[in-house]
């Protein structure tokens, strides 16, 4: 009995392995490149102006950046988290203070700024660590594309959805 449950978990325990094995993290740049390519989105490597890893991004026509932070200073890796970031250029006057608190109390996981004119800016915050899951880490980029087609509804209520 004792034997049969201890092949039973090692089973389990292999079975498991891949999945385990579908993780991403800030550490390593190519697996969050090759997650969010695989969730369908274009992807464009390069460096930030201080040599820290970014990633360029098309998601479904809004473009944003993956950018990498907590990384080692002088050798610009080992990063620890990233942050989705989104800037827009409203026609007009933009947002007021209150409108950025509410939109950001109607999307949780975003952090609302405003520069000078009212243009918004969208930053969403991820830790990986040594590894977060791929699926997570997808669902997390799907919120965010979410939450900046909400802000480009919002912002330009005319050609949203065309």
Known sequence: MR??????VAAALT?????LAATVSAARPDSLAEALSRAGYAVV??????????????MQGY??????????????DSCGSV???????AEGPGLTPADAVAFARRHRYAAVTLNGTGDPM???DIETGAGIPR????????????????????????TAGQ
């Open 135 to 158: 699926e997570v880490f997808q669902t997390a980029a799907a919120r965010f594309l979410g939450t900046v087609q909400a802000m480009g509804a919002m912002l330009f209520p005319k």
């Open 15 to 19: 079975a498991a392995s891949p999945a």
């Open 122 to 124: 969208l930053r969403w």
């Open 45 to 58: 490597a390069g460096t930030d102006d201080t040599g820290d890893p970014v990633l360029d991004l098309d």
């Open 3 to 8: 034997m049969g449950g201890a092949i039973g």
């Open 63 to 76: 473009k944003a950046r993956l950018l990498f932070l907590d990384c080692d200073p002088a050798r610009h």
């Open 83 to 89: 942050q989705f970031f989104a800037a827009f250029d």
